[in-house]
């Protein structure tokens, strides 16, 4: 049982949600996730990101986007309350170490889950460059916490409400442009973001990393549910990654199979609003 | 096949019929002469009806009545040098125990198999008893048939479900706490083994579960129709009450390492029982389309996450139409008959040889033919197609022919050149196997493992560290859960040893 020592609501559909869980504070690197069930008996596992930990304090933050059921669920509890079952840290921690000039894209909620990459990336000594991406002005998280770690930041918004009006690669590009050209760079967001910083990042030859976000169970390598095709090779994200490198990453099948269950997640989304009481409003992407 | 279908009920009465003069002559002194004991026949096992089981997932096979039970032990000639006892991977007493069923005394049967098998209400029910106790049991080999032995795990099963049912469960004793302190990594089979018998010795076990629920391959694997969860947890709840502690959602090589254990949490031995349990796929083109499944996935979602309720449980699962399960061993039965379950209209399974080479139990191949599984041997998918969605269509088969027996005078099966044929289908369930997980051992310094990942061991189970011990499907590669048991064993008592 892991209890919830505070809840804060970031945007329109994001939570931050920091909970008891010690041994996960204390060994957790940057890059890794949790597998979250909230009721042990009839829950689903779902995969979510450490964005934040304090060992000392024995906790460990998540930001989550309510887009279905479980997350929902997960938004509705309050401190005090516990998560059944946590379990993690899960995957690769994220390879750091002094690259030079490190460009890190965030897409969404995946502001979260690159904050301490940043965060390390930083402290490894690299010039740290950050775009955030956003839909509109209330869906924009973390912009004072990579404030403090970008050596530049850069926010866009799909409607122009905040920063620049512009779709992240646009920033993206003109980093790559400059002399000399950034020697890594990293994006978590939307598959489809992640699949067009890729390609922004090919034409000028720039590695990129990126961390995936698919369908998972257990998360621990034992079904292979969350499988990518990467370098035409089978590659499970819970074990081998979840950061592979972008450049040989099929996104288009792992596009496929993350909509595997999509009507039934649009059912049990309507079902959940009416059952909590909550104003349904558009769900973007899956999870 | 069974055409008859006699309920349970009917089954138990038939046998008090033939019970009653067995019981009235020992009652006056007589004896049973083997002749009369090879006369009696075997008892069927009562099972649901198939039509009505396949839209269900209860358990199948429902278990004898007592007068089955006390009949089908007196077909036991109690041989004294015991033949099946060294067919056991844990050497369960099982002449002593179905002397007792002999004599009525339940309770007494079940204490005796626990001398030595904490889960005989499991091993009653998924052992393959065919290819161990039984196959050496010598009423079988005296009746010419392996079908004829005494059904040893039918009633190992009914003892351990007698107990239960009549709350007779009492647990075993603990020797006074040692202060030693033994890790057990994850609670399979394995696992569970050992903490019982380390546990049995005074030492403080701690078993640590990646999942959230304990029991490994009973949970997540063996389907709801053939081992019910409520009793892998009552199996379970019997180690806690003898002091064992469980820690689920920790996942060692993550959440702490093997070497943190020891050197920093203070455990003195630790026994690692992970399972094998990295899912092997097809290799062929379309293996990543929607609709492809490992069968630990499906089965994990059906199983462990309960999909089969899909108005309780919060995990989807596919819904399909046409099934096909690829491969021949129990974990293929397991996925096919469960899908069907699911509300598939047809379920097919694809293997490359006949049903003779079929590693499932027969049992299990029997069951799923009842429910209306389609065999479909001597085929193989070459590969799987799709439609513009990424969804699965239906896959390209090729045709296979037996060829001559290779070096393990199996014989292998050879594709027919040019007799591809597409079959329709919008799922595909691959259970090929599974392959030891590199996790634990990867974040093990000094660990050996051998080509194919599997731990090393000496005969004592004991690893290439000090103090660390491993045995069931991560050193076997995926065999049984009595095998598993069986190295679980060995370990405790080289763990016990160590500790002394």
Known sequence: MNRIISKKQLSADVYEM?????????????????????????????????????????????????????????????????????????????????????VCVGGGIGVAPLFPIVQAMKEAGNTVKVIIGARTKELVIFEDR??????????????????????????????????PKPDMSIAIGPPIMMKFCEKTTAEFDVPIMVSLNTIMIDGTGMCGGCRVTVGGETKFVCVDGPEFDGHKVDFENMMIRMRSYKDRE???HHTCHIGLGIEPHAAPGGK | ?????????????DAERLLEPILAKKAAGGTISPKERLAIPVQEMPTQDPAARGKNVSEVALGYGECQARLEAERCLGCKNAPCVRGCPVQVPIPRFIEEIQKGDFKAAADTIKETNLLPAVCGRVCPQEKQCQLECTVGKSLKSIDNAVAIGRLERFVADWERENNKVTVPEVKPGTGKKVAV?????????????????????????????????????IPEFRLPKSIVQAEVDILKKMGVSIETNFLVGRTRTVKELMEEDGFDAVFI????GLPKFLGCPGENLVGVFSANEYLTRANLMKAYDAEKSATPIYQSRIVAVIGGGNVAMDAARMA????????????????????????????????????????????????????????EVKKYELGEPDA????????????????????????????????????????????RGRIIVNEDQKTSLDRVYAGGDIVLGAATVILAMGEGRKAAAAINTLLK
């Open chain 1, 18 to 102: 920091t909970i008891e869980a010690p041994l996960i504070a204390k060994s957790r690197k940057a890059g890794q996730f949790l597998i979250v069930q909230i009721d042990t008996d009839w829950g689903e596992r779902i995969p979510l990101t450490i964005a934040d930990a304090d060992p000392a304090a024995g906790t460990i933050t998540m930001v989550f986007q309510t887009v279905g059921a479980s997350t929902h669920k997960l938004a509705v509890l309050s401190p005090g309350d516990s998560v059944e079952n946590v379990l993690g840290p899960l995957g690769n921690p994220t390879h750091i170490e002094k690259f030079g000039t490190v």
């Open chain 1, 146 to 179: 990579m404030r403090k770690y970008a050596d530049e930041l850069v926010i866009v918004t799909d409607d122009g409400s905040y920063g620049r009006k512009a779709l992240v690669t646009e920033p993206l590009r003109e980093f790559c442009e400059a002399d």
């Open chain 1, 266 to 268: 649009d059912r049990d």
């Open chain 2, 1 to 13: 096949m069974g055409s008859e279908m006699k309920t349970k009920e009917e089954l138990n009465s």
């Open chain 2, 185 to 221: 990594v994850g609670s399979g089979p394995a696992g569970l083994t050992v903490a019982a018998d380390v546990a049995r010795e005074g030492h403080r076990v701690t078993i640590f579960e990646a999942f959230h629920k304990t029991g490994g391959v009973m949970v997540y694997g």
């Open chain 2, 273 to 276: 029982g992970v399972g094998a």
């Open chain 2, 340 to 395: 069907l379950r699911l509300g598939a209209a047809e379920v097919h399974v694809i293997y490359r040889r006949t049903r003779d080479e079929m590693p499932a139990r027969a049992e299990e191949v029997e069951h799923a033919m009842e429910e209306g599984i389609v065999f479909d041997f001597l085929r193989n998918p070459e590969k799987i197609l799709g439609d513009d969605q990424g969804r699965v269509t239906g896959m």
């Open chain 2, 408 to 451: 393990s005078g199996r014989r292998s099966p050879v594709p027919i050149a040019g007799s591809e044929y597409i079959f329709d289908c919008d799922t595909v369930i691959v259970a090929l196997g599974n392959e030891s997980n590199p996790l634990l051992t990867k974040t093990t310094d000094n660990l050996d493992v051998d080509r």
